[in-house]
């Protein structure tokens, strides 16, 4: 690579031959100082070039691009060579510029003719805005009336859709010759709903539409009801409980009528006149075997056919009555209530509808409440006509064990009906009645019966033995209570409900043997009553619900057990020959003075006291023999010998007694004796001992003339 100034001073010097050989001769020796310092100048130049500088590396780059061979003509033609094309380019140059102006200009021409076209188009555009802007205004207003109209049309076209029904839907809702269907509840729905968003409408500030819009609705929901009312009752003409697949259409109709209280109400009453009516022929027709309309079912065996047997005739018509009302109330119940609250809920719909119908107080509705009114209602004819025929079978009754059975038997009824029809029905009241009447019917007939016992027991039997009067009543007493205890009565009321029956049976039969018994001595007065009390105790102890009368008895029997303890005891101390010891020594207390009287009183002198002693000896070897001899007519002889016992041990005590009182005397004596002797001796008295020693051998002790001990007595009386 070579420098711009090397490439001149090249140049310099291949001009060299072209001077005049005079000047070159003359200026040689000038010439070479001047080369040499043009020399020295370009390398200084060369070296002080900076290779870092952009300009050098773009031309020193141009240069390798162009590839050109280091040769001398190369260098000295570089410099011109590079102008020559540097000129080329530029008039290249110049001359695409030249093509480029032309081009402008016939550009800058079109744009010119455009703007001329554009000015006029904006002016015919100005003047066709200024012709058609009334139009515009007038469309626009047009466009804004067309908006404002097709939203009232789809606000009419809604509105109609929603609160107006089309006549076709009316005339299914109110014509009578439609059928009740599926389509019929829809249409009620919606006027139904209707009604409800009218009240939306008399929000606003013009009440005229809600009001006329409510008064329709209003007026066809009525035609409704009143459709569906007279659908139903045609249909409670002919309705079958009995049939298991009931019209789902009559529930459904059901559920919605409730919502008008009063004519659900007046259907209820005409539902339950004809059910009342059907379900007394019914029983009518299971009475006699033939309905009203004089058909007779030859497979039916009419219960009137068993009237003379009082008990299967009344039971047979109470138990067709249960059936009755098991069937019908199950029938209603799968009518009425067998989807949930459902009727209840419309029933509370209808009385804020109609909150005249409702009663005063009674705030939410009972579904199961008013079923069982429903089925007691349909059951009055039965339980009226139930009430005649079992009145009239046990006022003709006489015999009082049938009448009781057929009052538990109507309290077994009364127990079970009453969980399905309620305490307050028609039909429990009746067997309530019934139940009475039975009851008076029995304290009549136990009235009559006790007469005739009063009137044929006017003693005692001989053997004191219980009267066959009082055997008879205690075995139709224990019929009734066998009754009895099948009955439902609850346990925990049972022995309070039949303590009547017993004051009406055995209360006066006992009361009778007591005034027998008064007549008779002792002891066959006691002995008679135990006989009596015993059997009774042995009849009424089988029962849970006769404790209170058990005892009672007991008392009674404890009563005559004591007083034939005492008349035992007397036995013992009278035949004994003990009394007249005893009744001399009660009056005495323990005092020495009372005791040292002992000897001083008639009993015990010593012949009266060796006769007391011998009568004891004969008394006691056959004692006890001789007092349970006195018992022998007592059935029970466990009882026998405990009364004989308590009267023997009562006895053993009071010799005991008397038995200690003759040892304290004799105490008493024997050391007053030993006293006077030690007296005498100490004072030196003119007695000899002789006389002091016969005068205790004189002295006779009560024990040694009565030598019996208590152990021996107890010994021979156990």
Partial sequence: MYSTDTIRSDDGARAMPQESSEAYEDGVGGL????????????????????ADSEIRDALSLLDQKKFKNTPDLRRNLRSDLQREVIDCNGSIVKEFGQVAEQLKRIGSTISSLNKCCGDMRQQVAAARREIAPVLDEASTLLAQKQDLERKKELLHAFNKHFILPEEDLTVLTTTTEAIDEHFFTILARIKQIHSDCRVLLGSENQRLGLELMEQSSRHLNAGYQKLYRWIQREFKTLDLENPQINAFIRRSLRTLAERPTLFESCLDSFSEARENILTDGFYSALTGSSVNQDNDPTMKPIEFHAHDTLRYIGDMLAWVHSATVSERESLESLFISEGDAMAKGIQAGRHSEPWSAAEGDESFDGRKALDSLVNRNMAGVARALRQRVEQAIQGHEDAVTVCKIANLISFYRVTL????????????????????????????????????????????????????????????????????????????REEDFAPILSQTLEPVLDICETVAKDLDVPATNIFLL??????????????????????????????ASTLTEYQHHFFLHVSGLHPLLAALSPLSETPSDLRRIQTLPPFQPSALTEARQTL??????????????????????????????????????????EGRLGAHDEIVAAKEDEEGEGSEDAGTTRDRGDVKEGREDLVLLRELYPRTTGEIRVLLS
Avoid: W
């Fill in 418 to 493: 009453t969980k399905l029809l309620g305490a307050e029905s028609s039909t429990i009241e009746a067997l309530r009645n019934l139940e009475s009447s039975a009851m008076r019917q029995f304290e009549a007939l136990q009235s009559d019966q006790t007469a005739s016992i009063q009137a044929e027991l006017t003693q005692a039997p001989s053997d004191l033995g219980v009267p066959e009067v009082l055997n008879e009543s205690l075995s139709q007493l224990k019929a009734l209570m066998k009754s009895y205890e099948s009955s439902l009565t609850p346990i925990e009321s």
């Fill in 531 to 560: 006989n009596c009390y015993l059997t009774a105790k042995h009849t009424l102890q089988t029962f849970d619900f006769t404790k209170t009368v058990i005892q009672d008895t007991d008392r009674r029997i404890e009563s005559s």
């Fill in 32 to 51: 070479t100082t001047q080369r040499s310092s043009a020399l020295s100048n370009k390398l200084t130049g060369v070296l002080s070039v900076s290779y």
């Fill in 617 to 658: 000896d004969d008394f006691l070897p056959s004692a006890l023999m001789d007092a349970l001899e006195n018992l022998k007519e007592l059935t029970d002889t466990k009882m026998a010998g405990d009364v004989t016992s308590e009267a023997a041990e009562r006895f053993c005590e009071d010799f005991e007694f008397v």
